[in-house]
């Protein structure tokens, strides 16, 4: 959740706390504004929404088909918190018609609305309708392969100039390996198979736009996920054929479609820099960066601008929503803590702040083991595929941000946003190892450490706040989170004396192996 700096001069001329949201675009910054809707506010200070008319709402959902139950965060239920975490009761709805921006009930009675799909969850009614597509798609290829029997040769004695062309050799007729699907049923299949849209990015479509895009928090950007485009087949993933062997050598691609070309510049600007420098770190591959990008759809064609960089599986953000509250442990937690000091390192080597370290700009590659990872109460198969995403808010050091995260925020920046000073704050190195403790104590722990909601600024401004990482199991770890959690900037560790804390160096797992 980041806050923008399009609103930066009204937060300046506040007067009380609730109006000096900086630069927060919506609510559910956890600030509230003066041209906010009306909220409600509980004994606990937790600020929710009003109800709207309708059934609850449930987003980042995931159907669980062992039990027949969905459990995403809910929002607009008379009687739960919106952002908790709930668990339905079994499903009475078909299964498989289950899918987004649909109503079900539940055989308790209850009705609740499926908002957006968990990152990296099956759609039921989706995976159902790919199945009969490719079901039907295997019984057109069969129905292709048969060949017609032919009559044996007749035994009659021919005339020479006869017999001499009757035996002339026939083309070999192809095996059925070698079969192809027709064009139009392979462009149906494809469809279905990688949810394509029709819609293209990029000079002569290189790449084909799938499923629905995720809305860059607080700002113009889209995140979609995208496919290398066969130039000599339009329309079809590169490697694809219609077989399920093939799905797997079509190269899938994350793009970021933004009609805000500054930005997309200063994030451009930022990968080049990070990954040329003395630390790379563990950030994703960028691939192609176009200005006024090409594309078939002319709300995009050269209105935007694309990043387009190596896509990953799932977020971290994800893989504890679908772990319901189980923290990483182990070596999936040191795979996981190793990878983003790694990508610290990178950032501040660069003489650069990132501001945004969280658990959502963190993401897999190259690991579709979802569910395995999901019951891996010890951390035993480890997450070596954790990489950093989203440098659009790197700032060069002791330069002023352009917009923040609540929930990463510094107790030192939440004052100067509460005094209306947040424009001429000067960032440190320290502003993100705050955030990177912030960031391990929710995977250690499975949840973060302000609910959301909270308003966090108010909440670390206290007199009587003092970080509490009690609920942190392992001693080293919990030291370590302890020391970048310090509300003196100047006694947090750089990420030097990070790495080399004892909870990576006397593991043999993480950054440094002895």
Not at 68 to 91: L, Q, W
Not at 253 to 282: C, H, W
Request: glycine share 6%; net charge positive; aromatic share 6%.
């Amino acid at each position: 959740m980041r806050v923008s700096e399009a609103v930066l001069t009204a937060v300046l001329s506040a007067v009380c706390i609730h109006s000096a949201s900086a630069f927060a675009p919506t609510p559910a910054a956890g600030i509230i504004t003066s041209s906010s809707p009306r909220h409600r506010q509980t004994d606990n200070n937790i600020y929710c929404p009003p109800l709207q008319a309708g059934p609850p709402i449930i987003s980042s959902w995931r159907y669980e088909s062992s039990k027949g139950v969905i459990s995403g965060v809910v929002s607009n239920h008379p009687t739960i918190s919106d952002g908790e975490r709930i668990t339905t009761s079994p499903i009475k709805s078909d299964p498989s018609n289950i899918n987004e921006n649909l109503v079900v009930q539940t055989k308790s009675g209850s009705k609740y609305k499926l908002s957006n799909a968990a990152w990296g969850a099956p759609i039921p009614a989706v995976a159902e309708a790919k199945k009969k597509e490719m079901e039907a798609a295997v019984a057109a290829k069969k129905k292709a392969q048969k060949q017609p029997v032919s009559k044996a040769p007749s035994r009659q004695i021919q005339p020479v100039a006869a017999a001499a062309a009757a035996v002339k050799p026939k083309p070999a007729a192809a095996k059925p390996s070698e079969q192809k699907i027709a064009p139009a049923q392979l462009l149906k299949l494809a469809k279905s198979t990688f949810s394509l849209t029709g819609a293209t990015v990029g000079k002569n479509g290189k790449y084909l736009l799938a499923g629905k895009p995720q809305q860059s928090s607080g700002r113009q950007a889209k995140i979609w996920e995208a496919y290398e485009s066969d130039p000599n087949q339009p329309g079809i993933p590169s490697g694809y054929d219609g077989t399920n062997a093939s799905i797997s050598k079509v190269k899938r691609v994350t793009i970021k479609l933004s009609p805000d070309v500054d930005r997309m510049r200063l994030e451009e600007a930022n990968y080049n820099k990070v990954q040329s420098g003395l630390f790379s770190g563990r950030f994703v591959s960028k691939i192609e960066y176009t200005p006024g990008v090409p594309s078939s759809d002319r709300n995009v064609d050269g209105k935007c601008t694309a990043l387009v960089i190596e896509a990953g599986e799932y977020d971290l953000k994800a893989l504890l929503s679908a772990r319901k509250g189980m923290p990483l442990r182990e070596r999936a937690l040191r795979d996981a803590a190793a990878s983003a000091g790694q990508c610290i390192q990178a950032v501040h080597s660069s003489n650069l702040v990132w501001t945004d370290l969280k658990t959502e700009n963190f993401i897999v590659i190259g690991n579709n083991n979802l569910n395995e990872e999901v019951n891996d109460v010890n951390g035993k198969m480890g997450l070596p595929g954790v990489k950093g995403i989203d440098l659009e808010s790197v700032i060069p050091v002791r330069n002023n941000p352009i917009d923040y995260t609540p929930e990463a925020a510094p107790p030192e920046f939440a004052r100067a946003l509460l005094a209306g000073e947040a424009r001429e704050f000067v960032l440190d190195y320290s502003y993100d190892m705050w955030s990177l403790g912030m960031m391990l104590f929710e995977l250690s722990t499975g949840s973060p450490y302000f609910k959301k909601g909270s308003n966090v600024a108010k909440t670390v401004c206290a007199d009587e706040f003092t970080v509490d990482v009690s609920s942190v199991p392992d001693a080293k770890l919990r030291d370590l989170i302890e020391n970048c959690l310090s509300m003196d900037p100047r006694k947090r560790p750089d990420i030097t004396g990070f790495l080399l804390h004892p909870y990576f160096i006397t593991t043999g797992i993480g950054p440094w192996t002895f």
